[in-house]
C-alpha cells in the first residue's frame, strides 16, 4: 500500500503539470452549458435527461481515457520505467497509484457536473442522485477500460481508447448481440435512463472492469519495455 500511495502522490504531481487537466475541465463545461442554453419548451425531466446522457458520453467515458489510457506507454517514452522496476516496485502498482488519483477525482468532477446541471433545470432529487450513481459506475468502468487497452497497445493508445469511445461505445448500445459490452449502456440504465435493471447493469459493470483489469495486470507483467513491443 506505501508504494502504491508513493505512485499516486507521483500521478497527483503529474496530473496537475500536464495539459490533460485542462481539457478534463472544459470537458466539465460543456454539459454545464448545454444546461444553461437548453430549449425550455421541454419538461425538466427531458432537459435533464439529455445532460446526463451528454455528460455519460462525453466526460464521464473521455477524462478517465485521457489520463489513464497513456500511463503505461509514457514510463517507456520517458525512460521511467528503469528507475521503477530497479526497485522493489511491483509493476501493477504503476496501475494502482494512478488508479486512485483519477478514478476519485473523474467521479467528483462528473458528479459536481450533474449537481450543477440539476441546480440550472431542476426537478426531482430522485434523477440526480441515479445519474450520479449512473456517472460513478460509468467513471469506473471506462478507467479500467482506460487501463486494459492502454497496457495492451502502449505506443499508440489515445487513438485505440479514443477510437472505441467515438465509434464503438456510440454503436454498440443500439446492437442487441453485442449491448452488454457497452459501458455506456450500462451507465445509463443505472442513472434510469435506459434498461430496467439497474442492479444487472451495475453488476455488468463489475464485471467488465474485473476483466480489464485483470488484461491491464496480465500485460504490464509480461511487457518489455524499451524493447520494439513496449
Known amino acids: 500500500m506505501t508504494l502504491t500511495l508513493a505512485l499516486a502522490r507521483l500521478a497527483w504531481k503529474r496530473l496537475w503539470r500536464g495539459k490533460m487537466v485542462w481539457i478534463s475541465g472544459l470537458l466539465v463545461l460543456v454539459p454545464l452549458s448545454i444546461a444553461a442554453i437548453a430549449p425550455r419548451d421541454r419538461s425538466p425531466e427531458r ?9 455519460l458520453r462525453s466526460l464521464v467515458l473521455l477524462v478517465p481515457v485521457l489520463h ?4 503505461v506507454g509514457e514510463e517507456s517514452e520517458r525512460k521511467t520505467y528503469t528507475y521503477l522496476w530497479s526497485r522493489p516496485v511491483p509493476r501493477p502498482t504503476l496501475l494502482w497509484g494512478n488508479l486512485l ?4 477525482l473523474a467521479a467528483v468532477a462528473a458528479a459536481a457536473t450533474l ?6 433545470i431542476g426537478g426531482e432529487v430522485e434523477w440526480l442522485a441515479r445519474a450520479q450513481a449512473g456517472a460513478a459506475a460509468g467513471v469506473a468502468g471506462a478507467s479500467a477500460f482506460a ?9 499508440h493508445p489515445l487513438v485505440v481508447t479514443l477510437a ?5 461505445e456510440q454503436i ?3 446492437i442487441p448481440s453485442v449491448q452488454n459490452l457497452s459501458i455506456v449502456r450500462h451507465a445509463t440504465t443505472i442513472a434510469g435512463h435506459g434498461g430496467d435493471d439497474p442492479a444487472g447493469a451495475a ?3 463489475a464485471i467488465l472492469s474485473a476483466i480489464w483489469l485483470a488484461v491491464a495486470v496480465w500485460r504490464i507483467k509480461r511487457m518489455e519495455f524499451g524493447s520494439a513491443e513496449g
Open 47 to 55: 432537459r435533464f435527461e439529455l445532460i446526463v446522457e451528454l455528460t
Open 68 to 71: 489513464l489510457a497513456p500511463v
Open 101 to 104: 488519483v483519477i478514478l476519485p
Open 115 to 120: 449537481a450543477a446541471a440539476f441546480a440550472l
Open 147 to 155: 487501463l486494459g487497452v492502454g497496457a495492451l497497445f502502449p505506443r
Open 164 to 168: 472505441w469511445v467515438f465509434l464503438g
Open 172 to 174: 454498440l448500445p443500439e
Open 203 to 205: 453488476l455488468a459493470v
